[in-house]
């Protein structure tokens, strides 16, 4: 029986139809993986290869003034993407992951990005995750909605009753053929995302395939829940696909809404604003004043004392340290109701499995928003070695020639290594398990 129901199912055109979209639309996410990150690898050899070439010219045409070459020389600091970005690219296509800074104002600095094509964001990239969250729900709705329906409309299912020991044995055969197909389309575009992205198997893509399961088998439970109530193929279709759309459309729709009410970012704009005032208004200030608010600040340069005749360099830099420490408190506002935000999302995502999906595949890969705030601030701690290095040179009145320039390569970003266990796997299995015992209930009454 198994293998005629087997051979009855592939029979079907759309069947067939439907399976080589999504393998289709699969490979070519994968596809648009690699091209991403080939693009990002590409972007990072260029700076390393940059950078040196970039202070030699400098050095070259300023090295009497290091006051003067520091005002041009800038410094790479490097978030190497991982090879799971491929698979959830997140926001990383917006955030950018490499940072070219000066050691002036770091305000001006931090939140500079690449230029994108506004088209292409709104679109959006067709990862693999999208096609997972979106697309595979669509394919197992296409493949259980009319599982009962169909014996019942084509008037099989009286026969199937007295033939059968268990009609309920009889569905789950039925629906055990669709979940080992859709879980081979599934196994065949993770292994070939693997190969072609060159994922390590590691414990993060182990945690990104069971998720990937569990949401297949959440959405197949929830299929068979709804089938059982004995309804037209066209109740079941319509059921199924205003699930979908309230699950993966409207209620991430207006959560974002909220959380965009609930934590607006108006320190946006006012940490541009301090930062800009903060220095641009130094120049009508008192020279005294500035490197006194310095001195406060690094008291450890006071030595230098206070030239305030004519243009120096250690009071110009003292008016670029003002900006970042008049914008500071808006700065770290703005951090924090970011970091609100995707903690707020996080718990909210518990309940919603498609959300959920989606923030653990952003975490595991390294494209969430928490992991580029961890990034900004690493920013921030580099740009402070760099000023602790060079102050005191330029107050010297060094030369660029006595400076070892050699030892700044590019830098990159060490990431915590993050304890990555079960945990991130409990809210999917909880919403599977649910979803069978409700489904279980109500096969009982077959």
């Not at 959830?88 to 104002?105: L, Y």
């Not at 959006?124 to 669509?138: A, C, E, H, T």
Request: glycine share 6%; with cysteine.
């Amino acid at each position: 029986m198994y293998r005629l129901l087997f051979l009855q199912f592939l029979r079907s055109r759309a069947v067939l139809a439907s399976m080589v979209l999504i393998i289709a639309l699969g490979a070519i996410s994968i596809g648009i993986g690699h091209q991403f990150l080939s693009q990002k690898k590409a972007a990072i050899d260029q700076v390393e290869q940059y950078q040196k070439s970039h202070i030699e010219r400098n050095v070259l045409l300023h090295k009497d003034d290091l006051g003067l070459l520091m005002y041009y020389v800038q410094f790479a600091f490097i978030n190497n993407p991982s090879h799971l970005a491929g698979l959830s690219i997140g926001q990383s296509d917006v955030n950018t992951n490499v940072q070219r800074i000066t050691i002036k104002n770091l305000e001006g600095q931090r939140y500079d990005t690449d230029l994108v094509n506004p088209m292409n964001l709104q679109s959006g990239n067709l990862d693999l995750s999208f096609v997972l969250i979106y697309l595979f729900p669509l394919l197992i709705i296409v493949f259980t909605f009319n599982i009962l329906s169909e014996e019942t409309e084509t008037g099989t299912w009286r026969l199937v009753s007295v033939q059968t020991p268990s009609k309920l044995r009889y569905l789950l055969t039925k629906l055990s053929i669709r979940v080992v197909l859709v879980y081979t389309v599934l196994g065949i575009l993770l292994m070939v995302a693997k190969m072609v992205l060159s994922i390590p198997f590691d414990i993060k893509f182990v945690l990104v395939t069971l998720l990937s399961f569990l949401y297949v088998a959440f959405w197949f439970a929830l299929g068979f829940f709804v089938v059982n109530f004995k309804k037209s193929s066209g109740f079941n279709a319509l059921a199924l696909l205003s699930i979908w759309l309230v699950l993966l459309i409207l209620l991430p729709a207006g959560i974002n809404a909220y959380l965009t009410n609930k934590y607006p970012v108006p320190e946006a704009l006012s940490t541009m604003i301090s930062q800009r005032d903060g220095y641009h208004t130094k120049w009508d200030t008192d020279k005294k004043e500035t490197l006194q608010k310095f001195y406060a600040h690094y008291p450890q340069f006071q030595e230098f004392g206070y030239p305030t005749e004519g243009f120096n360099w250690t009071w110009y830099y003292a008016m670029q340290q003002m900006g970042d420490d008049d914008s500071v408190k808006d700065t770290k506002a703005l951090q924090l109701k970011m970091g609100e935000r995707e903690r707020v999302s996080k718990q909210v995502a518990t309940f919603l499995p498609n959300m959920h999906m989606q923030l653990a595949f952003n975490e595991l890969a390294g494209t969430s928003l928490d992991k580029h705030l961890r990034f900004l601030d690493a920013t921030g701690n580099f740009h402070e070695e760099l000023r602790l290095f060079f102050y005191p040179k330029i107050f010297n009145g060094e030369t660029g020639d006595r400076v070892d320039w050699g030892q700044f390569e590019p830098k990159f970003f060490k990431k915590q290594a993050g304890e990555y266990g079960m945990a991130i796997l409990v809210p999917m299995l909880l919403a599977c398990i649910l979803m069978i015992i409700l489904s279980a209930v109500v096969a009982k009454k077959l």
